[in-house]
T-cell receptor
Framework: DAKTTQPTSMDCAEGRAANLPCNHS???????VYWYRQIHSQGPQYIIH???NNETNEMASLIITEDRKSSTLILPHATLRDTAVYYC???????????????FGKGTKLSVKP | GAVVSQHPSWVICKSGTSVKIECRSL??????MFWYRQFPKQSLMLMAT?????????EQGVEKDKFLINHASLTLSTLTVTSAHPEDSSFYIC????????????FGDGTRLSIL
């Protein structure tokens, strides 16, 4: 089972910042938080990941709370092309045969509206 | 950024046919590759994990004789759906990760398989 909780859906106006929350209250000390998105009928696209410090790249910013129990993905200026399902995933530690794979939950369906 | 190429994008074939899907990492060496399946309006479900040169590890409920995985090199993994039936119709997605721990997995664009 996924170890994260995300809202089912969110709307955002084009040009505004989209803030997508994620709860991961059972995260372990050595687990990273990863964000991916999936545009309809495509494979997931990597966005960003972090351990405890805030991270920023050309796509987004990741804000992780000090207790690491939640995080927020920020798309600073959302466009219509950002409409997708966004997945927040805690990377499981290596165990058995799964070797640190990503377990996908249901994600948040973000709709960017004109 | 890292690129994972998956081929073919679409496959339509008759029941009983075997279908092979290829997954290539184009600009990095993929120590580990993963195969996922996604049914309409559902999330991705991991099918199996493979390391280069080793046998794949299958998730519970996934038939290893039905879904043959070969990871013969650091840049290529293949999934063969043997004797495919309509219930095998789905969106199959591969993913690859480099050796360095905690590096992100990168995904292919998926293969939509339709069995008639």
């Amino acid at each position: 089972d996924a170890k994260t909780t995300q809202p089912t859906s969110m709307d955002c106006a084009e040009g505004r910042a989209a803030n997508l929350p994620c709860n991961h209250s059972t995260i372990s000390g050595n687990e990273y938080v990863y964000w991916y998105r999936q545009i309809h009928s495509q494979g997931p696209q990597y966005i960003i990941h972090g351990l405890k410090n805030n991270e920023t790249n050309e796509m987004a910013s990741l804000i992780i709370t000090e207790d690491r129990k939640s995080s927020t993905l920020i798309l600073p200026h959302a466009t219509l092309r950002d409409t997708a399902v966004y997945y927040c995933i805690v990377r499981v530690p290596n165990y058995g045969g799964s070797q640190g794979n990503l377990i996908f939950g249901k994600g948040t369906k973000l709709s960017v509206k004109p | 950024g890292a690129v994972v190429s998956q081929h073919p994008s679409w496959v339509i074939c008759k029941s009983g046919t075997s279908v092979k899907i290829e997954c290539r990492s184009l600009d990095f060496q993929a120590t580990t590759m993963f195969w996922y399946r996604q049914f309409p309006k559902q999330s991705l479900m991991l099918m199996a994990t493979s390391n280069e040169g080793s046998k794949a590890t299958y998730e519970q409920g996934v038939e290893k004789d039905k879904f043959l995985i070969n990871h013969a090199s650091l840049t290529l993994s293949t999934l063969t759906v043997t004797s495919a039936h309509p219930e095998d119709s789905s969106f199959y997605i591969c993913s690859a990760r480099a050796r360095t721990d905690y590096q992100p997995q990168h995904f292919g664009d998926g293969t939509r398989l339709s069995i008639l």
